[in-house]
């Protein structure tokens, strides 16, 4: 079994920042890419940032220059620090991780998601 959590939702006013959390625990070889997607009510998930293994990072163009996205390997955590928040980043924001359960074999779990509100 393989366990994504994510925290550090919260509500927040417009400008402000969160920092989130994203924890990958379990049976697992090795932890490939790790991402953030969010998903607003009556809208499709859709990618945030994601950062591969070898820590190289990409950014929904809505997002660029405000959120980054990094990683501990040891840990098993990425982390995304949300600056310059504004009312349209509002939604769950859900973590993906995708890990070796050997050495070619390639899954995927998903965390529960975590809420984000940004207050105008």
């Known amino acids: 079994q393989v366990q994504v959590v994510e925290s550090g939702g919260g509500l927040v006013q417009a400008g402000g920042s969160l920092r989130l959390s994203c924890a990958a625990s379990?049976?697992?070889?090795?932890?490939?890419?790790m991402g953030w997607y969010r998903q607003a009510p009556g809208k499709q998930r859709e990618l945030v940032a994601a950062i591969s293994a070898g820590g190289i990072s990409r950014y929904a163009d809505s997002v660029k220059g405000r959120f980054t996205i990094s990683r501990d390997n040891a840990k098993g955590t990425a982390y995304l620090q949300m600056n310059s928040l504004i009312p349209g980043d509002t939604a769950v924001y859900y973590c993906n991780a995708e890990y070796y359960t050997s050495s070619y074999s390639l899954d995927v779990s998903w965390g529960q998601g975590t809420q984000v509100t940004v207050s105008s």
């Open positions: 379990g049976n697992i070889f090795s932890i490939n890419a």
